[in-house]
């Protein structure tokens, strides 16, 4: 019996010359010379592609993928004929005869695929205007209040800022009329003012007030549009709603604001007001909840997370409520864009196909409102967040050829520039967006941040502190104040500034905030005077691919260079690079970074970001005015 199983056991001699015959064979067909020489030539041909062709000539980035999907093709056709070629008894079915062909038409499908991709930016047509018409003041400006419940439940029920954001959005496209953005009226939800009084604090000529009760399933509407110099009403209303109402009363209150002012208005803008975001009232209700969700978020706490869910799951019940409805397509995307920000690209929920969604939705909106400033706005966006500032600038532009007065478009195309070392542009389209919206904080300190870039670091302090005037409770103008004074050598009076900042903007035990440029601020200060112990520890703890934003990743390099930790800057550099923050004046002039500028890794990087923003002057040249 023990012999008999003795027998059965597989031998170590047997092992040995099965794995030998295996060798011989491997030796015989070439498969270790064939081996060899794919993984040594197609390392160097992927190296060749990824920084010659991509990152020096500018080839879209799935040439690099389009190069390794061929390089494997090959390979597994080389292999399978020597595998199966090699034989010295080859039977009369060739198995190879089958398998070769067979990859190279899966090769071929797949390389036809990111072929096609390679313009896929391209395949929404932009308008005959692509870039940004010349900015002129408008005829005037205009506050639409948060329609106050009389229940007296404000930070609760949505109707009322839903109802005033619904209002700004369907008055933003025009040319004669600048409205102050949703999120600047949310003050007045907590804590509501006198509507001159808040015209005044909006710098604004003129607001929509209104009140609004709900009686036996009816909305009661008061509403009146209030002259802020005058203190007179140009009109005044009182109007019952049912549910099914909701969408018209938008639409009315649009064409009464348009009256009221007397604004001229282009026949195209006129068939825009005419023309119905839906046909279906139960849509537009859906859209409607989904719209309001964010300012609920601001006023009553909820998750960011949740939010983003809850407006998608509502944007997709309207869309199957109204396949045309475009503003719900829209909302979709900007959804799907939104998670990809707030996610990261590294997380497990397949980011890169929310994207991909988001593309898709916007696309579909622009197919079917092609003069949706919105959608080209949107879709500028979704290039952002990948670094593919092309197609991203010249959808911001197509948006604002649309509507020249949409103050989040300039911010965003300012970012744009930013990132691309065109500082110059930067500055004029923050201005811009500052100048149509002069009490968003976000508008101001960005404004004056871009002058400090340029070197102009006394007008960027006067502007802050004009805004520190107005509002002297702005963390964020507190805070880059500080960054102007730190960047001025003032650091007595630049301290204080900081460390009240950043103490009010990431409390201890506090979750990670979206931006951590406050806290930033802050450690370039210790770090200046190698007081590492001080800086926030939870800021040295962050890792690079912890971080999506490059600008992020660049003022995370700053604070290692001031702390003479050259290895760590450079990764973070690097990190801010892949990101697409190709800022090159900045990275030139930055003062924080004269310790590591002999560093031969810090000069290669920078020639590197040298090219991209050449790449860019000369792409888009100095018309960002136009």
């Not at 520039?417 to 500082?423: A, K, R, S, T």
């Not at 604070?559 to 801010?576: G, H, S, T, V």
Request: hydrophobic share 45%; with cysteine.
């Amino acid at each position: 019996m023990g012999s008999s199983e003795e027998g059965k056991l597989p031998s170590k001699d047997g092992k040995k010359m099965s794995l030998h015959i295996l060798l011989q064979k491997l030796r015989k067909r070439r498969i270790i010379e064939t081996l060899a020489a794919f993984i040594g030539g197609g390392w160097l041909l992927l190296e060749f592609v990824h920084w010659i062709l991509v990152d020096h000539y500018h080839f879209p980035e799935r040439a690099i993928d389009l190069t390794f999907i061929t390089i494997l093709g090959a390979l597994l056709c080389t292999l399978i004929w020597r595998w199966f070629g090699g034989r010295e008894n080859l039977p009369k079915f060739k198995p190879h005869f089958i398998l070769v062909p067979l990859v190279i038409i899966v090769t071929v499908i797949l390389a036809i695929n990111q072929i096609l991709h390679f313009r896929e930016a391209e395949i929404v047509p932009l308008p005959s205007v692509a870039k940004s018409p010349a900015p002129g003041a408008p005829a005037y400006t205009l506050a639409v209040l948060p329609f106050r419940d009389l229940a007296g439940q404000p930070a609760v029920d949505a109707w009322g800022i839903g109802m005033a954001d619904a209002i700004i959005n369907r008055l933003s496209s025009l040319n004669n009329l600048a409205v102050r953005p949703t999120s600047e009226i949310l003050k007045y939800v907590k804590a509501p003012a006198d509507s001159v009084q808040a015209g005044r604090e909006l710098q604004v000529g003129s607001v929509l007030d209104g009140t609004f009760q709900r009686v036996d399933g009816i909305i009661r509407v008061s509403v009146q549009l209030v002259d802020c110099t005058t203190r007179a009403s140009r009109w005044a209303r009182n109007i019952d709603l049912h549910s099914t109402d909701i969408l018209k009363f938008q639409d009315e209150m649009a064409q009464s604001v348009v009256e009221g002012l007397s604004l001229k208005l282009t026949d195209p803008e006129k068939a825009d007001l005419e023309v119905p975001l839906t046909s279906s009232p139960e849509a537009y209700n859906l859209y409607f909840e989904a719209s309001s969700l964010p300012f609920i978020d601001e006023v009553a706490g909820y998750s960011q997370s949740s939010i983003i869910q809850k407006k998608l799951d509502l944007f997709k019940q309207a869309v199957a409520k109204d396949p045309e409805f475009a503003q719900a397509y829209i909302g979709i995307a900007g959804e799907y864009s939104s998670s990809y920000f707030h996610e990261g690209p590294g997380n497990a929920n397949n980011p890169r196909k929310k994207l991909l969604l988001a593309q898709e939705a916007v696309e579909r909106a622009l197919k079917l409102d092609p003069r949706s400033a919105y959608a080209y706005s949107v879709l500028a966006q979704i290039f952002w967040v990948q670094a593919r500032f092309e197609e991203s600038v010249k959808n911001f532009r197509s948006a604002l050829s649309l509507a020249p007065n949409l103050s989040g478009a300039w911010y965003g195309l300012g970012h744009q520039y930013h990132f691309c070392g065109l500082l110059d542009q930067a500055e004029k389209a923050f201005r811009r967006a500052f100048e149509l919206s002069p009490t968003t904080s976000l508008f101001a300190v960005w404004h004056a941040q871009s002058l400090l870039y340029l070197g102009r670091a006394d007008e960027a302090e006067q502007e802050l502190r004009r805004r520190l005037t107005a509002k002297p409770d702005d963390i964020l103008a507190m805070s880059y104040l500080g960054e102007v004074l730190f960047y001025q050598r003032e650091l007595q009076e630049a301290e204080p500034l900081l460390v009240s900042a950043a103490g009010l903007w990431w409390p201890t035990g506090a979750p990670l905030p979206l931006w951590l440029d406050v806290p930033d601020h802050l450690a370039y200060l210790y770090a200046s005077r190698g007081e590492r112990h001080k800086i926030d520890s939870r800021l040295l703890e962050i890792k690079p691919e912890q971080i999506y934003d490059g600008h992020e990743a660049f003022r995370e390099a700053g604070i290692y260079a001031l702390l003479q930790e050259n290895d760590l800057a450079l990764k973070w550099l690097r990190r801010a690079y892949e990101l697409g923050y190709w800022a090159y004046p900045w990275y030139e002039r930055d003062m924080r970074f004269n310790k590591l500028r002999s560093d031969p890794d810090f000069q290669r990087l920078l020639s590197r970001v040298r090219a991209k923003t050449d790449h860019y002057e000369r792409l888009f040249g100095r018309d960002a005015e136009r």
